[in-house]
């Protein structure tokens, strides 16, 4: 036996499919082994079962084991901002107030490539306390930024997706890019990054209030040119967003069409929040084959409104569904909390805040399908990011061939009551059905925060592990 392959021994978690295909027994989704093993070389899974049955074909690899934890596949983050890490939190104001005031300030100092380095390194060090393992994410116009993304993924071996921005109106001056030179400097970082190691390129434009129809142009000739690079943007996040898209965009006839006018609508293409989209546009999303990132964190916390789940996952217009911690209008890394948000939103959805019914309580499927269970959570973080993402043939669950980046969770860790409240679960030998490992997993997304990722784990190997508690 090579000495590349090594194991690791646990109660494993993971979805093989969609579980709103299933509404009611979700469980038919899920796969839970609750003494497993993982087999991994070079990175890859290369077999996974029970212990007793693959510790028998691979008598002589050494075993990790991970007792008292859930081992689910590594979190997907599928829309973050890597030039926000430090405005985390930054108060008040809705979107636009808040990038002009906030934010593009900030994400001017990412063309100081010292700055870049310290910042990215505090970035990648969050996402892996945060149990991410793959992320989505944006840098800025200056391809320092960029630059000092990947070589910092590189060092971690995580898989990303990231690009330089593209923005040229509604921004200060020395922050835009010219679109000849997003266009020169874009083709260069394909070149260099695109497909090298882990890395995948996205086109960016920031979003369409914010670029001009040249910029938009030459990301309709990039993308023409590139066909296997990613597209990755904002879309009607906000009221005065969406007005001022129709203002800029006056012969489209809704914020989709923008994007469909200049072809890039489609495989691969992924859009940031979707808070006002309408039924056409949902459903041009879904026949197209591209996808949206549900950001609830920062769409709560910037008051953008909520995100119509139960729309998105109606299974006649499935549309690819991923979900983000959209940091830092988001104000925490770890996907955990983003499924907390994301569960209230469901909710919310079925109840207006002012106590009416909501239309959708009209629609007993669409708000079945607003409810969040764990099922269905920790499917966007995992295979179903995977799938909006176009990255289900290499993550997303314990499938052999597939990249081996997981996650180890503690069930107890957190708030105070945490442990007595996963006590009427299980006892300290853990779950012993899948049901049981679903309540668990529902008491971490609703009580949990990163306290609850004991080890992130990064192409078969350890990237990360809580240190005790004094």
Request: glycine share 8%; aromatic share 10%; hydrophobic share 40%.
């Amino acid at each position: 036996m090579s000495a590349s392959f090594h194991a690791v021994r646990g109660s494993f978690f993971d979805l093989l499919d969609d579980p709103w295909k299933y509404p009611g027994r979700e469980a038919l989704a899920a796969r839970f082994v609750p003494d497993g093993l993982l087999i991994i070389a070079e990175g890859k899974i290369v077999d996974f079962g029970s212990f007793t049955e693959v510790s028998n074909r691979h008598s002589q690899v050494p075993v990790t084991h991970l007792p008292g934890r859930l081992i689910l596949p590594g979190f997907i983050d599928g829309h973050i901002h890597f030039p926000q890490t430090r405005v985390l939190g930054a108060y008040g104001h809705q979107l636009l107030d808040w990038l002009q005031n906030w934010i593009i300030p900030e994400e001017m100092r990412y063309a100081d490539r010292t700055y870049a380095q310290e910042a990215a390194r505090h970035f990648f060090d969050d996402l892996l306390a945060g149990g991410v393992t793959t992320c989505q994410a944006f840098t800025t116009s200056s391809p320092v930024s960029t630059e000092e993304f990947f070589a910092e993924a590189a060092r971690r071996g995580m898989r990303t997706i990231a690009g330089l921005t593209g923005i040229d109106r509604h921004a200060p001056a020395e922050y835009c890019i010219s679109p000849q030179d997003f266009y020169r400097e874009t083709k260069r970082l394909i070149a260099t990054y695109h497909k090298q190691g882990r890395h995948l390129y996205a086109i960016t434009p920031r979003f369409a209030v914010g670029c001009t129809h040249e910029m938009m142009a030459v990301c309709t000739q990039l993308k023409r040119e590139h066909p296997d690079c990613h597209i990755n943007t904002h879309i009607s996040e906000n009221p005065t967003e969406v007005r001022l898209a129709q203002a800029e965009y006056p012969d489209c006839h809704d914020y989709t069409a923008v994007y469909e006018k200049y072809g890039l609508l489609g495989p691969r293409f992924t859009a940031g929040h979707g808070v006002w989209l309408s039924n056409s546009e949902f459903r041009r999303f879904a026949q197209t084959g591209a996808a949206i990132c549900f950001c609830p964190l920062s769409n709560l916390f910037l008051g953008s409104g909520l995100f119509r789940l139960g729309r998105a996952t109606d299974p006649e217009q499935r549309v690819r569904l991923a979900i983000g911690s959209d940091i830092g209008g988001g104000n925490a890394f770890t996907p955990i909390r983003v499924l907390e948000e994301a569960y209230k939103v469901g909710m919310c959805n079925n109840t207006m805040l002012d106590g009416s019914v909501n239309a959708c309580e009209h629609d007993a499927a669409e708000a079945e399908r607003n409810k969040l269970n764990a099922y269905r959570g920790f499917y966007l973080a995992t295979l179903g990011g995977a799938h909006a993402l176009y990255l289900d043939d290499k993550l997303g669950n314990f499938s052999i061939g597939k990249e081996a980046d997981f996650v180890a969770l503690d069930w107890l860790a957190g708030q105070h009551a945490m442990a007595w409240r996963q006590s009427q679960v299980c006892g300290p030998e853990g779950p012993a059905t899948v049901d049981q490992a679903a309540s668990l997993l529902f008491g971490v997304m609703a009580c949990g925060d990163d306290r609850n990722v004991a080890e992130t784990w990064v192409n078969g190997r350890r990237a990360y592990q809580k240190l005790p508690t004094i």
